[in-house]
């Protein structure tokens, strides 16, 4: 893993115009060195973190020496999402989980940029979470990023995610077990029934005498638990609620119409988390509005955890943005 780095961001205004002073943000870079090559931020998902390739990097399969988005061509970074734990200080978790908004992080992300000396961003992208905060990115500075790149997310919080949200924020704050129990539910809005019943078609293990599918699920849950913090998991659930570029602002069509950057927008066909028609309609408002925007869908039976799964599809989908014999031609 390349060395986590702080940052230290003095004034933080959030959009309830309360003022974080002095925050640590940790965050990493791989491939080249800042100021030598186009920088791609990859925004990390609800549990994810900055460590994206390398051991245990969670996005090895896209992003590496000769991959896609090619480690010897670009410079990559990722920030936490702060208060996620992963700098293993129990001092930089929030409690007060509720005063946030993902625009509040996509701000945040935008003075990091800035107090690194990036001018510009080749593209930012990301999945789920992590694809919802590179819209708002992109709305905050329409004219500093090349290709965004919102992947298995939406710009706004539908009805079905704010119900989503609210289950898993009462298991949190009334579980006995909270982080194992809320993953558990997790679990299948990410995935489909057809994924299930492909991957355990309805075996018993013969050890415990629980079908398969309860012990993956317990599994999941217990691994959560093991490098997740109670705190962390309240946060990242609530942000997904608060996502919205329009709120104060004005529609979405002369909002998105506004952003400068070529739009890519990725989603997977049966995802139950964000679900692609959301995003299929926001293509058909906007494609005779702004030129260079663009829908692609991944086909999958795996559901919303297909964009960590699909590897080829999404490979295949991104060449032509981070192709290098494209970008010179």
Same mark, same amino acid.
């Given at each position: 893993?390349?060395?986590?780095? $702080?940052?230290?961001?003095?004034? =933080?205004?959030?959009? @309830? $115009? ?5 925050? &640590? ?73 509720k005063e946030y908004t993902i625009r509040d992080v996509a701000k945040l992300f935008w003075k990091v940029v800035f ?20 819209? $708002? ?38 579980? &006995? ?22 991957? /355990? ?7 415990? &005498? ?5 012990? =993956? ?43 400068? &950057? ?11 988390? /964000?679900?692609?028609? %959301? ?11 702004? %030129? ?30 981070? @192709?290098?014999t494209y970008i010179n031609n």
């Amino acid at each position: 893993m390349t060395e986590l780095k $702080e940052i230290v961001i003095e004034n =933080w205004i959030l959009e @309830n $115009e309360n003022v974080r002073h002095n925050t &640590s943000v940790f965050f990493q870079t791989f491939g080249q060195q800042l100021g030598t090559a186009p920088v791609v931020l990859v925004n990390h998902a609800l549990t994810g973190n900055s460590n994206v390739i390398g051991e245990n990097g969670w996005w090895n399969d896209l992003i590496g020496k000769s991959k896609t988005i090619d480690t010897d061509y670009y410079t990559i970074l990722a920030i936490n999402i702060p208060g996620n734990g992963f700098d293993g200080n129990s001092e930089n978790l929030i409690n007060d989980y509720k005063e946030y908004t993902i625009r509040d992080v996509a701000k945040l992300f935008w003075k990091v940029v800035f107090q690194l000396n990036i001018e510009s961003l080749f593209a930012v992208i990301g999945g789920s979470l992590g694809g919802a905060i590179a819209w $708002e990115m992109a709305v905050i500075e329409p004219n500093l990023i090349k290709n965004v790149i919102p992947i298995a997310t939406d710009w706004k919080a539908t009805d079905w995610m704010i119900a989503n949200v609210l289950v898993q924020d009462n298991i949190l704050n009334n579980s &006995s077990n909270p982080i194992h129990d809320a993953r558990i539910h997790a679990m299948l809005i990410y995935r489909t029934p057809q994924s299930l019943k492909y991957k /355990f078609k309805r075996k018993i293990n013969s050890g415990n &005498s629980l079908f398969e599918i309860e012990n =993956w699920l317990n599994h999941h849950g217990k691994k959560l638990e093991s490098r997740f913090q109670l705190q962390a998991y309240k946060l990242m659930n609530h942000l997904l609620k608060t996502n919205d570029i329009t709120r104060g602002r004005k529609e979405v069509e002369t909002i998105i119409k506004e952003i400068k &950057s070529n739009i890519h927008i990725i989603s997977i066909d049966t995802d139950y988390f /964000f679900v692609a028609n %959301e995003d299929r309609e926001t293509y058909e408002k906007l494609k005779f509005l702004k %030129e260079n925007i663009q829908y692609h869908e991944i086909n999958s039976i795996h559901g919303h955890d297909a964009f960590l799964i699909e590897y080829k599809q999404l490979n295949e989908i991104l060449d032509n943005v981070f @192709n290098i014999t494209y970008i010179n031609n």
